[in-house]
């Protein structure tokens, strides 16, 4: 972790994109939301669903990208060598990752949230005790995405990198961050019931127009995320066992 | 000397390439251990494995006397290494890198322990220094500063001393044998400088295309090679007499501005002389050179690029 919060410190582009995306986000979706909520009635809730979509997501794309990032930093820096002929454990580099990924998303959120009370009036606090498992069904979807690109790479190595700024986006449409699922085509609707932010935007709109989310679906997804979490972080340690097999040194 | 690493008929295949061929070696307590050959012989791949950062294919590590693999974080916790060709990551300073590399191991008192090591390898200028700031050298200084950070018991260096200067190398290599005496640290090491390896090592494995070719101390394998090098430093106007009769029987030799080396095996050198005196040829300097480690490295690197298809 130490090692970790030094190149935050020392890399302006670490230290910044935490901020940098969420409040770039929030102004442009934002704005365009209200510029819509002026035209159209019976939209009170628009401006508030839209700005939870992007701060929820917000926390997805920083639990990914922690996750698969770090591990890229090691090999960019062949610095795998040096962690791993100490008693360091991948299971520990890992609770590291995801550590950070929750200390830099606190951060993010609780700025991007603050914002969002003073440009829009928008007050995530209004969901109350519900933020805890809808940021934490967030935060494992991150991981698991994360975890998915570490064990790639570290199997196919850095030629496959651009799948950490890439891959949690290909879900996006799926997620139903902005609209209903109901928007999808069936196809669509199929494949959003196998990602479980699906079920976290769907219920964060629900309780923004009814004040009510549906436990048991609630339940259910954050069960299925610890699924995926599991089946990911086997992924990722057979995919580090395997790179083991080629040697670290020649991880690159 | 009780035994600290047994490694036992252990092989590293890359698909259908043998790098490793089922080697066994020993690591006693307290002893330097050069692992010499040819590039591409295998020291760096069996070094790997026993760090635990490369699976072998077949065989078995122990050490400390538990089965490595099984054991590895704790075995880990008492080892450590450096070498020339790996890096500590270039955007931290050295006082970062070397903090959160303590922070890796359990030691008792970090903050103590960096300001020994930082004293031992003269970093106290360079710790605000981000590594990519830092000379080959003072870089190798930084790598060898965080191998002894853990107060390892069993050292793995691949070049420890590969570019540094003359005199920071030499004080390296009598703070090894220091550590060594004083707290009885297991040596690995790798290196081409065979006037390093024979001033450090108690014991040589000599590995060629993945197999031990031998295991011996430094002076028994400069023994095996019989060749020793004569050289002598005639008068001007002898030189073209020399060279006339050496090409006439037929001797190994070559020539280094007004002197001639000539290889000759050890027993046969009384008669050479003899033979010299009989034909007239005066020589001004002689100087004999006993066969080294070199020699040896040289002599089994020739065979094999002889075997070469």
Known sequence: MLRYFYLTRHSFD???????????????WGLTSAYFQSY??????????IIAGIIFWFVVVRGQYEMSVNILEELWNRNMVNLFVSPLKFSEMIAASAIIS??????????????????????????????FPLTLVLLMTGWVIGLFVAGTILRFGTKLQALAWTLVWVISPFSAIYYPLSILPG??????????????????????????????????TILLSVIYLICALWYAHRSFAKSLEKGLVKLY | MNSIIEVKNLSKLFGGFTAVDNISFVLKEGEILGLLGPNGAGKTTTIQMLLGVLTPTKGEITMF?????????????MINFSSTYTTLPWDLTVRENLTYISYLYALFDRKKRLQEITALFKLEDLLEQKISQLSAGQQTRVNLAKAFINFPKILLLDEPTASLDPDVAAYIREFLLQEQKKFGVSIILTSHNMAE???????????????????????NLARSIKICHIEIAPPAEEFQKLRQHLEARRFSFSVEKRSAVINLE???VA???????AEGIQYEEISIEKPSLQDYFLQMTKTENHEAP
């Not at chain 1, 670490?14 to 442009?28: K, S, V």
């Not at chain 1, 159209?40 to 669903?49: L, N």
């Not at chain 2, 006397?65 to 916790?77: C, D, M, P, T, W």
């Open chain 1, 14 to 28: 670490r230290a910044t994109d935490m901020l940098y995306w969420p409040i770039l986000d929030l102004l442009l």
């Open chain 2, 65 to 77: 006397g538990k089965e490595f693999f099984k054991y590895r974080e704790e075995a880990l916790e």
């Open chain 2, 271 to 277: 008669a050479f002389l003899q033979e010299l005196s």
């Open chain 2, 197 to 219: 390896v024979e001033e450090l090592c108690d014991r040589i494995v000599f590995i060629n295309k993945g197999a031990i070719v031998a295991d011996d101390t430094p002076e």
């Open chain 1, 187 to 220: 196809w669509g609707q199929t494949i959003a019931k196998f990602i479980p932010v699906s079920y976290v935007f769907e219920n964060s709109r629900m309780f923004i127009m009814s004040g009510r989310v549906d436990i048991y679906e609630l339940s259910m």
């Open chain 1, 40 to 49: 159209i009635s019976e939209t009170d809730t628009v401006i508030f669903t």
């Open chain 1, 102 to 131: 929750v200390a830099k998303a606190a951060i993010g959120f609780s700025f991007a949230a603050f914002l969002a009370k003073l440009l829009f009036d928008v007050n995530l606090i209004y969901f109350g005790i519900y933020l």
């Open chain 2, 266 to 268: 050890e027993q046969k």
